[in-house]
């Protein structure tokens, strides 16, 4: 069923400049550029206007895990349709998707987070967290817990509360963030800041930072700190083994509430239904989203525990909710999606098989000039791009050799995000070993024409 027009590239191009605000756009430069307009997708592959095809070495936006053209998510939203395609769960209703995945939601996560209160985006379940936690400590009797401790180059969305808790300092500079009682802390980012230190060294200071944030705050005046098990956006930053025991055992002591932000690291992405899982986090609340449809439909959650709920519930009703919480369609798209990925086994085939090879052909990549560094954890990986490799020299302006980089991978028909000069990874989790080779052939050969084009041998 086509009902969109029969339109030349160009004439989608024009029609873009000229209704379309993208998000994360020079809206200057829009109006002359061009939008790569994709028109379909197959397995891991993306097709254009122009008949490209593209490897989508990012999943979308590190979300869609059981790769494109499910059938089985399909037909589950068009069951679901006709079946009942809205229904609120507001004024004491449900249905039965949205109870459904709550119990297997409940089932997957680490042990404890036994509820699901869903909105539609990642953004809004770390708002929606805002709104639990301070109410929560407000519940608690300690009214002044209310500050959230995040870190640098941490990405939790872009809702005002969302971008507060993020520290991405180019997105505090638009809109005169963060929001008060939020603070950023060092990330646990050895390849940028651990200088003369090993990594686990530096992971220890790194949670240090955080510690000394709670002592210099108070620990009376901390809510929660909030961590993606791996950073993503802020260019697959992994934790030193010593840092997430460490930051588990500092908020123990202070009593501060964990969140670990699994938006990006859910459903398989490290290996495990969950990057908590791999790195032994013990949550107090979770936000969930991308890989939970795999991008199918927009659909998020906040697993949560028992002392969260109890609490809350000492202040009558929880004055908060969406329009589509709960939506019956997007909760049946993720039920059909984490059957997918349960029968194909991907958290597994992540964990043995697939993830330690993509790590396996990164190694392969290390002797490459403009290489400095390789790092993944599961099929989330990235290529840290150095002016110099002894010493992890940054280059200088930050991003212009990641910016060229990206191009050429394009060029090469690869799809890889550039952070900053860190080329990142994370293709959908049904990549086999044979595609994994193509990703990573595309990849040298975007480095080579970069390495050429800035001159270096
Ligand atoms: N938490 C994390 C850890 C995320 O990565 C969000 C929350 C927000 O989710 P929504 O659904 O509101 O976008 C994200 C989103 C990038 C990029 O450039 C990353 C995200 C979104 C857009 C771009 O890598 N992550």
Not at 135 to 162: C, D, L, Q, V
Not at 228 to 236: D, K, L, M, S
Not at 239 to 246: A, D, I, K, L, V
Not at 322 to 344: M, Q, W
Request: with cysteine.
């Amino acid at each position: 069923m086509q009902r969109t027009h029969n339109w030349t590239t160009q004439e989608w191009v024009e029609a873009d400049r000229k209704h379309h605000m993208r998000p994360f756009t020079d809206y200057v430069e829009a109006k002359t550029g061009s939008a790569r307009i994709v028109t379909r997708a197959e397995g891991i592959y993306t097709f254009d206007t122009e008949g490209n095809e593209v490897l989508d070495g990012m999943a979308g936006l590190w979300c869609t895990n059981v790769g494109y053209g499910r059938k089985e998510l399909a037909d589950a939203a068009y069951s679901q349709m006709m079946e009942l395609p809205y229904y609120n769960t507001f004024f004491n209703s449900a249905h039965k998707p949205s109870i459904e995945l709550a119990g297997v939601l409940a089932e997957l996560t680490p042990d404890g987070l036994d509820h699901a209160f869903y909105a539609s985006s990642g953004s809004e379940a770390n708002d929606t967290i805002v709104r639990m936690v301070r109410h929560y400590w407000n519940m608690k009797g300690k009214p002044a817990k209310k500050t959230f401790i995040s870190r640098e180059y941490a990405y939790h969305g872009t809702t005002m509360a969302a971008a507060s808790l993020g520290g991405m300092s180019g997105m505090h500079g638009q809109a005169d963030l963060p929001l008060p009682g939020f603070e950023h802390v060092m990330p646990p980012y050895w390849y940028a800041f651990g200088g003369d230190m090993t990594p686990e060294e530096f992971g220890m200071a790194a949670a240090k930072a955080v510690e000394d944030k709670i002592l210099e705050l108070g620990a009376d005046k901390v809510a929660a700190f909030i961590g993606e098990p791996i950073q993503g956006a802020g260019a697959v930053i992994i934790p030193p083994e010593t840092y997430w025991p460490e930051i588990q055992r500092i908020c123990k002591k202070h009593d501060v509430l964990l969140i670990a932000d699994e938006v990006i690291c859910g459903f398989g992405r490290t290996g495990n239904w969950f990057g908590s899982q791999t790195f032994d986090i013990k949550p107090d609340l979770m936000p969930i989203a991308k890989g939970l449809t795999s991008g199918y439909i927009p659909l998020s959650a906040v697993m949560t525990t028992d002392d969260i709920v109890d609490t809350l519930g000492k202040g009558g009703e929880f004055q908060h909710g969406f329009t589509y919480s709960g939506h019956p369609v997007a909760c049946a798209v993720a039920l059909a999606n984490i059957d997918v990925i349960k029968r194909e086994n991907l958290v597994e085939r992540t964990r043995t098989d697939t993830g330690p090879y993509l790590s396996e052909k990164l190694a392969e990549l290390q002797d490459h000039p403009l290489v400095g560094e390789v790092r993944s954890v599961g099929l989330i990986g990235a290529i840290e791009l150095t002016k110099n490799k002894e010493t992890r020299e940054l280059f200088e302006p930050m991003g212009e050799v990641g910016a060229k980089c990206k191009s050429h991978c394009m060029a090469n028909g690869l799809i890889m995000r550039s952070t900053r000069d860190v080329m990142v990874m994370s293709p959908p989790l049904i990549i086999t070993r044979a595609e994994i080779d193509i990703m990573i052939e595309r990849a040298r050969k975007g480095l080579d024409a970069t390495a050429k084009e800035i001159g270096v041998a």
